[in-house]
């Protein structure tokens, strides 16, 4: 079998690219560097179309809201989401930071601010205001949006603030000694708020707001690496999350939003004990005793519910769903793609690898680059039922395409041999192809520490 080969090439940064996420549903690619660089590539022309430094430290993540405002965070302590809509790129900068010479580009509407702790690398999370809402920021326009970021205080601690408003309106405290939060996830779980965190230690913990309620719950709980978490990232519908680390391990685990009932340490004895007396019980006695009842044979029955909740307990959920050794350590900025069916991971060595998130199985390793690869994304791919409404209509405009192609070829070559300019036409017909084409790719997008970009199209 063949080994994947790239796309494209995008070529124009000057440092590492540390972050990219696709756009406007997918009509754009925003990739920031290590110089705090922003650039905005038409993928249906594999150009630049705004560049501007957002940032005077390297930027840690880059997340669309809606399809006019682009959130950015850095390593100067800022967060800050910009208004960019499709007639603002005319106002911008499209000259990449190689070429760049004299003057810092213009930059575009700075419509909020937030200054926040990133002395630990931790990359914000984000996610709609609304229970029950999708878990994607890049195509949903909600007028409140919740962003997560590690404590201006304490690095074990996490922050989470209201936007627009830039209100903080929650922050988690882990209550252990974990070490800094490294990377987190923040989402709706049905209507329950709930927050995936990755620490130093290699633990990784689900927090869940109760009901009604400003305290925090730990319902999970599972050091499942031995080195500190690089990244993760949640499923749409908030059923499992996925984390990589600095170690070869990869761990599939549950979003659980409340506590297991357990049977305490008194409990569990009196069971033994039980055991032992009755090793061969009749079929009577078995029939009347199964399960918690057989411990309380010969009581009342209200005395067996007030002993029972007695013995009953809760704790965090503790064992992963799985764990695969991948034996490839340093794989980081972990991304499930949009349908949970895949998941990538940019690695150390150079090398993305796309992974089936049943399974944690690896399907394809990207190999082009000779250095670190540090950003992974994938392009934003459509439901099913949308799938197919819009194969359906992605054929018409395949066959009204070829019919307009060859009028507009026709009408070209009347007007070349009249000595006018060539029809427009023609051209729109292939702006539209390219631009359907662009949004309807399965593209992975990796950044690497050589400034370089590649562009893959599989699955």
Known sequence: MAEPTPINILRG????????????????LATGDADGYVMLWDLAIMRPKAVWQAHQGAI????????????????????????????????????????????????????????????????????PNTPGANTALTDDGSASILVAVPNTLLAESIDIFELPSQK???????????????????????????????????????????????????????????QPVLSLDADVQGDYFISSAADALLGKHPIPTSLQTVISEP???????????????????????????????GQTGAAKTADTHETLGTKAWEHPLKVANTKHAGQQNLTIRSDSRIFATA???????????????????????????????????????EEAATADGGRQLQDAAREGSESASDDALVLQSEGGPVSTRAMTTVKNRRLHHAKHTHWVAAGAKDGKLSLWDIY
């Open 347 to 385: 690695g150390w060595d150079a090398k993305v690898r796309v992974y089936a998130t049943r399974s944690l199985k690896e399907l394809a390793v990207l190999k082009w680059h000779q250095v670190g690869v540090y950003a992974a994304a994938f392009a934003h791919i459509k439901p099913d039922a």
């Open 168 to 226: 903080r309106i929650h922050t988690v405290k882990p209550g252990e000694k974990h070490g800094m939060a490294m990377t987190l996830a923040i989402l709706y779980k049905e209507r329950h708020l709930v927050l995936i965190a990755g620490f130093e230690n290699g633990m990784c913990s689900v927090f869940v707001l109760r009901p009604n309620s400003r305290e925090w719950i730990t319902t999970y709980r599972s050091q499942s690496h031995s």
């Open 60 to 127: 840690l993540a880059i997340r669309g809201w809606g399809s006019d405002k682009i959130i950015t965070h850095g390593r100067d302590h800022r967060l800050v989401v910009w208004q960019l809509r499709l007639e603002d790129e005319q106002n911008l900068a499209a000259v990449s930071p190689l070429e760049h010479t004299g003057d810092a580009p213009p930059q575009p509407w700075m419509l909020h601010v937030l200054e926040v702790n990133t002395m630990n690398f931790c990359a914000f999370a984000g996610c």
């Open 13 to 28: 940064h000057k440092s590492q690219i540390h972050a990219a996420a696709f756009v406007r549903r997918n009509e754009r």
């Open 267 to 297: 409990m569990a004895a009196a069971e033994k004990a039980h055991a032992t007396e009755h090793p061969n019980p009749t079929p009577a006695t078995t029939a009347a005793t199964t399960g918690v009842g057989a411990l309380f044979a």
